[in-house]
């Protein structure tokens, strides 16, 4: 492992398959075959990859025994990773992605640095290291947003802000790191840290939803200060609202903590629910090259009548794009 390399963890499953499906389901009361519905994004995900992002040392494929069947496993740029090499054994099987999320810093091999993705999220735009990494820290932004509680998942949000709030002083860390609380990088989002000020705590962190950077030791620290509660927490085989800790507290921390680089905001990552029928918009976006990222969510309010019809235009869009096969794929 050299510190210089910078990898790209990708969590996924394949919900298409049976086998898992089973598995869920003896978990799962209300499982939704549509929520877990594969739109067979992956292969533009790595295509992206390596169009845009060349000096990727090695994706991490992090999976529930299963691997893609077009995937070319002797592409040493691709590994695929078995959540019992990261979970221990009495936590499985998991389907809770902040549980996977907390333990991908154990990968085998992980470089010190490296970029979690989620595998809705495509590359549109060339990216440089710097846009991750400048020097030995990640490159991010601090802006306070605070957690309106609007949704289920916000709960679980707060639990993160919970934990932050209760270790770093918000006073200390405004004084000592005024730089990194306000950047011309940072544009009109200053104003959200602004109106934060006159409360003692943190009141949320805003995010853009986009590739996140990390420090594998800050996974370490993190571990190190909450066990207790990551080892609870591992024990939450599904998600539980207002109970899971959330992958984003490594995240909290590196900002709290001043373990980070500002960087711009604007026209990072666009979100774009499928099924809105924005085929037109999305295939604009990735020809412009206006974000420097995508995501293509199948958003559960969003409710797709014919799949087949939407997985088609869909796949016209991501293939007019990204039409040259990679060495990721067989």
């Given at each position: 492992?050299?510190?210089?390399?910078?990898?790209?963890?990708?969590?996924?499953?394949?919900?298409?398959?049976?086998?898992?499906?089973?598995?869920?389901?003896?978990?799962?009361?209300?499982?939704?075959?549509?929520?877990?519905?594969?739109?067979?994004?992956?292969?533009?995900?790595?295509?992206?990859?390596?169009?845009?992002s060349p000096w990727v040392h090695k994706v991490y494929l992090v999976t529930d025994n299963q691997k893609p069947n077009w995937l070319n496993e002797d592409y040493e740029k691709i590994e695929v990773v078995d959540h019992k090499q990261i979970i221990p054994e009495k936590y499985l099987p998991t389907f809770n992605s902040n549980v996977i999320t907390l333990n991908l810093y154990k990968i085998p091999?992980?470089?010190e640095k490296f970029i979690v993705m989620n595998d809705d999220l495509i590359f549109s735009a060339p990216i440089k290291v710097t846009d991750f990494f400048k020097g030995n820290l990640p490159c991010d932004?601090?802006?306070?947003?605070?957690?309106?509680?609007?949704?289920?998942?916000?709960?679980?949000?707060?639990?993160?802000?919970?934990?932050?709030?209760?270790?770093?002083?918000?006073?200390?860390?405004?004084?000592?790191?005024?730089?990194?609380?306000?950047?011309?990088?940072?544009?009109?989002?200053?104003?959200?840290?602004?109106?934060?000020?006159?409360?003692?705590?943190?009141?949320?962190?805003?995010?853009?939803?986009?590739?996140?950077?990390?420090?594998?030791?800050?996974?370490?620290?993190?571990?190190?200060?909450?066990?207790?509660?990551?080892?609870?927490?591992?024990?939450?085989?599904?998600?539980?609202?207002?109970?899971?800790?959330?992958?984003?507290?490594?995240?909290?921390?590196?900002?709290?903590?001043?373990?980070?680089?500002?960087?711009?905001?604007?026209?990072?990552?666009?979100?774009?629910?499928?099924?809105?029928?924005?085929?037109?918009?999305?295939?604009?976006?990735?020809?412009?090259?206006?974000?420097?990222?995508?995501?293509?969510?199948?958003?559960?309010?969003?409710?797709?009548?014919?799949?087949?019809?939407?997985?088609?235009?869909?796949?016209?869009?991501?293939?007019?794009?990204?039409?040259?096969?990679?060495?990721?794929?067989?």
């Amino acid at each position: 492992m050299n510190n210089g390399y910078i990898d790209i963890v990708i969590p996924w499953v394949d919900g298409q398959d049976k086998d898992w499906q089973k598995k869920a389901m003896s978990y799962m009361k209300d499982f939704d075959e549509k929520r877990y519905r594969d739109w067979d994004i992956l292969r533009y995900v790595l295509r992206s990859i390596e169009k845009y992002s060349p000096w990727v040392h090695k994706v991490y494929l992090v999976t529930d025994n299963q691997k893609p069947n077009w995937l070319n496993e002797d592409y040493e740029k691709i590994e695929v990773v078995d959540h019992k090499q990261i979970i221990p054994e009495k936590y499985l099987p998991t389907f809770n992605s902040n549980v996977i999320t907390l333990n991908l810093y154990k990968i085998p091999g992980l470089s010190e640095k490296f970029i979690v993705m989620n595998d809705d999220l495509i590359f549109s735009a060339p990216i440089k290291v710097t846009d991750f990494f400048k020097g030995n820290l990640p490159c991010d932004f601090f802006v306070e947003s605070p957690v309106l509680g609007e949704i289920p998942w916000h709960k679980t949000v707060f639990n993160g802000v919970i934990l932050i709030n209760q270790r770093f002083n918000k006073r200390k860390f405004m004084k000592k790191h005024i730089d990194k609380c306000f950047s011309i990088l940072y544009g009109k989002n200053n104003l959200k840290t602004l109106f934060s000020l006159p409360y003692k705590l943190y009141t949320g962190f805003f995010s853009d939803h986009g590739p996140q950077p990390y420090l594998k030791k800050s996974f370490e620290t993190v571990w190190k200060i909450y066990r207790e509660q990551l080892e609870e927490n591992n024990t939450h085989r599904l998600r539980q609202s207002g109970e899971d800790i959330p992958d984003y507290v490594v995240r909290y921390y590196q900002l709290v903590s001043g373990n980070f680089n500002p960087r711009k905001v604007k026209n990072r990552t666009m979100y774009y629910p499928i099924g809105e029928n924005n085929f037109n918009e999305i295939n604009a976006s990735l020809k412009k090259q206006k974000y420097q990222s995508i995501v293509l969510n199948d958003d559960e309010v969003i409710k797709v009548d014919n799949f087949d019809i939407t997985f088609r235009e869909i796949h016209k869009v991501l293939e007019n794009n990204f039409p040259q096969k990679s060495k990721f794929e067989k």
